[in-house]
């Protein structure tokens, strides 16, 4: 369990450091950091100096916070997260998320790498989550609750916020980006999936399968803020095309090619809500 204090020294601590605190946080997946090249008058924090701070230890993550501006609309975004494979629980993978509510930001958008499950996807495609699938895994609200972030037991019918999504879809169709719309399946990794779980995934439901992203959701869920998924293809998930591998260098080089459109799509999203 995480003391409510903990929550608040990170807040604290970077209200000092930061400016005008912005609506909007963004968090930046696998090979999708780039993003921040678009920042002016950014001002960059390693996670290792704010104080409760979780650390990330995947290569292709960064671990820095920055604030700037995006045209004319202030916005933080994390270039890195937590996930449970490397050892945190779920309340620490969400960690980050109770402290931007701390700080004000009323919307985050949440990004990752993902596998394609559904077989009309393709390799550098976008997919806004319409919703996710997370079986047998623990909830970051297990525990005794903390009032201060929402009430123990909430809906999340809308959890993926409809009005978000619409918005999305407008600036991709002005931009021209194919913009898919399907389900998130969690698995918590760190292998990649199975052919058969694959398989299971599919028949469940799944259009997409990572690591990530859910705990995140929900906790945001729980303190009332809007969220908004997206998902880089960047794989085709282990059986959907045969005699395929699955690799982390895989996933990494499709985000990077498709930076440039990602990037174009997070500005206009960010400037639109």
């Known amino acids: 369990m995480i003391p409510f204090e903990q929550y608040q020294q990170s807040a604290d601590f970077l209200k000092k450091r930061l400016g005008e605190i912005p609506?909007?946080?963004?968090?930046?997946?696998?090979?999708?950091?780039?993003?921040?090249?678009?920042?002016?008058?950014?001002v960059k924090i390693p996670y290792d100096d704010i104080p409760g701070f979780p650390r990330s230890t995947v290569e292709s993550h960064a671990g820095l916070l920055f604030w700037g501006r995006i045209g004319r609309q202030p916005v933080?975004?994390?270039?890195?997260?937590?996930?449970v494979y490397e050892g945190y629980s779920p309340q620490t993978v969400s960690f980050y998320v109770r402290v931007l509510h701390l700080l004000g930001v009323k919307k985050i958008?949440?990004?990752?790498?993902?596998?394609?499950?559904?077989?009309?996807?393709e390799v550098g495609d976008f997919m806004l989550i319409a919703d996710?699938?997370?079986f047998f895994a623990e909830s970051p609200m297990r525990g005794r609750n903390?009032?201060?972030?929402?009430?123990?037991?909430?809906?999340?019918?809308?959890?993926?916020?409809?009005?978000?999504?619409q918005t999305a879809k407008i600036c991709a169709q002005k931009l021209s980006i194919p913009l898919q719309e399907g389900v998130y399946f969690y698995m918590p990794g760190p292998e990649f999936e199975t052919p058969a779980e694959i398989r299971a995934i599919r028949a469940l439901g799944g259009d997409a399968v990572g690591m990530s992203t859910v705990f995140e959701a929900v906790t945001a869920a729980q303190c009332g803020m809007e969220v908004l998924g997206i998902s880089c293809i960047t794989n085709m998930a282990a059986g959907v095309i045969q005699d395929s591998t699955v690799s982390d260098a895989e996933v990494t080089a499709t985000a990077l090619k498709v930076s440039a459109s990602f990037g174009a799509l997070m500005k206009a999203v960010i400037a639109a809500v």
């Not at 903390?146 to 959890?159: A, N, P, Q, V």
């Open 23 to 42: 609506q909007t946080a963004v968090v930046l997946g696998s090979g999708l950091g780039s993003l921040t090249d678009e920042l002016e008058a950014a």
């Open 76 to 83: 933080i975004l994390l270039s890195g997260r937590f996930h």
């Open 109 to 121: 958008i949440l990004t990752n790498a993902a596998g394609g499950v559904n077989r009309s996807y």
């Open 132 to 134: 996710h699938i997370k």
């Open 146 to 165: 903390i009032s201060r972030f929402g009430e123990r037991f909430f809906d999340l019918t809308r959890l993926y916020s409809p009005e978000m999504r």
